[in-house]
């Protein structure tokens, strides 16, 4: 099997900025953030950019919030451009400037979890280390003949993938079973026949497709998520002059409509607070202007 999907991957891998056979671990370091929850067509278009403006640790660890809530346009989760920013900063001054190799140190440094700390250690150093997220947790699960992927208990999971991948080519390896999750096995449907695991695979053409969750009721306004509210307030305000707006101008701009009185509490109690705790926004209540967080 891992002849086959080495194979695999490098005939029909996907292409990317960031995949090079030599990677720079910055840059497997600002690739693997901006995918936690980013798709990677739009990662695609931001990540040179975002490069360009800070080509390398030192760079990033300097930049002030504005800076770094500038940069990070279209890439969504606002707040995760701090924490890379601290991430970075962290790197600096406890690292000497060199991103760890040894995956508790890793772990110890903002936003990076088990996950981020295994890519890392695979695809920026070649360690020989399982990385599992969610795609390859399903890949494993449905491998093993469990349809449903926590059917597998994770420590059978971590078990299996500290076993089958190839040692040598963690990265190669890791790296083809994303590809194969986001175009074969899909949480919501299987596509076998075109998938390169097919032979090897005790759930092929017998999968049972888990049915889409409905998503637990998030707190919203005017039917739209806070979250993707927060998000267009911060868009609202990098598209002005100097990223500050009065905050009445901003609540029409970003509503759309005329505003009332529900809507001037929400925004009060509820956007701002949620804004300034994430350390995104400044507001000065003397004068009524929010800006980007300096
Ligand atoms: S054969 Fe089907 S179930 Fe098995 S890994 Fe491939 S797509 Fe997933």
Redesign the pocket.
């Known amino acids: 099997m891992h002849h086959l999907i080495l194979d695999w991957f490098s005939r029909k891998g996907r292409v990317f900025p960031w995949r090079y056979d030599s990677p720079d671990p910055y840059h497997v370091l600002i690739s693997e953030y901006m995918l936690q929850q980013t798709q990677t067509t739009r990662i695609a278009e931001r990540y040179p950019i975002f490069l360009a403006k800070f080509p390398n640790i030192l760079s990033l660890s300097k930049a002030s919030n504005q800076e770094i809530i500038l940069a990070w346009q279209g890439l969504g989760y606002n707040n995760r451009a701090l924490r890379l920013r601290d991430c970075a900063n962290a790197i600096v001054n406890m690292h000497e400037g060199k991103i760890p190799v040894d995956y508790h140190a890793l772990l110890s440094l903002p936003g990076i979890g088990p996950y981020t700390a295994s890519a890392i250690m695979s695809f920026a150093y070649g360690c020989d280390i399982s990385v599992i997220d969610v795609n390859i947790r399903r890949?494993y699960a449905?491998?093993n003949g469990y349809s449903h992927l926590d059917k597998m208990s994770i420590k059978s999971i971590e078990s299996f993938a500290e076993q089958i991948y190839p040692k040598g080519k963690s990265s190669e390896w890791h790296q083809a079973l994303m590809d194969?999750g986001a175009q074969?096995?899909k949480a919501h449907q299987?596509?076998?026949a075109l998938?390169p695991?097919?032979e090897h695979?005790a759930?092929?053409f017998n999968?049972w497709i888990e049915k889409k969750k409905v998503k637990r009721n998030e707190p919203s306004h005017r039917n739209i998520p806070n979250r993707i509210w927060r998000g267009r307030i911060i868009e609202f305000l990098r598209n002005t002059n100097e990223y500050l707006s009065d905050s009445s101008d901003l609540l029409r701009g970003v509503l759309g409509v005329s505003i009332d009185d529900k809507d001037q509490t929400w925004f009060e109690e509820t956007i701002v607070p949620a804004l300034k705790k994430d350390r995104l926004i400044h507001y000065d209540s003397s004068t009524n202007v929010i800006s980007i967080s300096q």
Do not use: E, G, M
């Open positions: 890949i449905r491998l194969i074969f096995c299987a596509l076998c998938c695991l097919q695979c759930s092929a999968v």
